[in-house]
């Protein structure tokens, strides 16, 4: 049971972050809050220092290690803060549902493992309400434009399933602590390739102060 209840806390924690990220963009530019976010994270590390202690690094993995980071959290929140500026919250998170859905199938793959009929079922159906959802989606003030929003969020659930696949091979062998904080130290530098998050740190003292 412990792998369904760590699951479900952290989707817990994950969906909350759609509403805090929402209200976040109203003050600040989307790459400054991912930084900040990135930041704390990064910070994080300092309480646990042993994680990266007799670290044994294989050639043959930093490749799936760079692919990991790449699509999250420098992608993955490229294209998530994107789309919470274009459609609401709410959608966003519906969206977002399509995510162990992609990522079974990436598995299947990839990875080889079982794809039953009720996934591809459940697939279908997350895959239709999302296309419904989009259609007859109505612009508004919480969402201006949430048919372009709702596709980046999709594309940050694509980025996302390659995240997890990489992870997956990766946790046979490194702990999942040094897996976190390097995905952590890789999205606090990103935003740094983006012109908006150049002031990021003079802003973040600014608010701080």
Known sequence: MVPYVCLVLAMVLWASTFIALKLAFRTYDPMVVIFGRMLVASLCALFVPF???NISLRSKDVKYMVIMVICEPC???VFEAKALVHTSASQAGMIATMMPLLVAIAAWGILKETLTPKTLFGFFI???????????????????????????????????????????KLTDHYSLWFLTFLQAFAGSIFPSFFSPAQCCRLKLCHSLF
């Open 126 to 168: 997350a895959v239709t309400g999302a296309l419904w959802l989009t259609i007859s989606s109505e612009a508004s003030f919480h969402a201006p434009n949430p048919r372009w929003g709702n596709f980046l969020e999709f594309m940050a659930m694509v980025c996302a399933s390659g995240y997890a696949i990489c992870l997956k």
């Open 75 to 77: 992608l993955y929140f």
């Open 51 to 53: 994680v990266f202690r």
